[in-house]
């Protein structure tokens, strides 16, 4: 059974930082692109940014470049989310998927889902 459990959301304040972190059993996770997507209330759910098997390829989506951070730990079977600088607009439920494709920007290619984790940024 497989498994995505995130953890570190919370509440900050604009300008502060978060740690996001998705533990991930029942799969083999260094064969696995994972992303990490988010959703906010009354919007469809969107990318934020996804990295490769080895780690050595990330990819974002714009309103986040330049201040979020995705890594991996394959050792751990965990990946991450730093997020600097938060503002507002990035108070969202942020959940981490896991997809055996190569890459992967839309929700639709991912396989499975973790419950996801609120990150609220007070202005």
């Known amino acids: 059974q497989v498994q995505l459990v995130e953890s570190g959301g919370g509440l900050v304040p604009a300008g502060g930082s978060l740690r996001l972190s998705c533990a991930a059993s029942g799969l083999t996770f260094s064969r696995y692109t994972m992303g990490w997507f988010r959703q906010a209330p009354g919007k469809e759910r969107e990318f934020v940014a996804g990295?490769?098997?080895?780690?050595?390829?990330?990819y974002y989506a714009d309103s986040v470049k330049g201040r979020f951070t995705i890594s991996r730990d394959n050792a751990k079977n965990t990946v991450y989310l730093q997020m600097n600088s938060l503002k507002s607009e990035d108070t969202a439920t942020y959940y981490c998927a896991a997809t055996s494709s190569w890459y992967g920007r839309n929700s639709r290619q991912y396989d499975y889902w973790g419950q996801g984790t609120q990150v609220t940024v007070s202005s």
């Open positions: 990295i490769n098997w080895t780690g050595g390829s990330t």
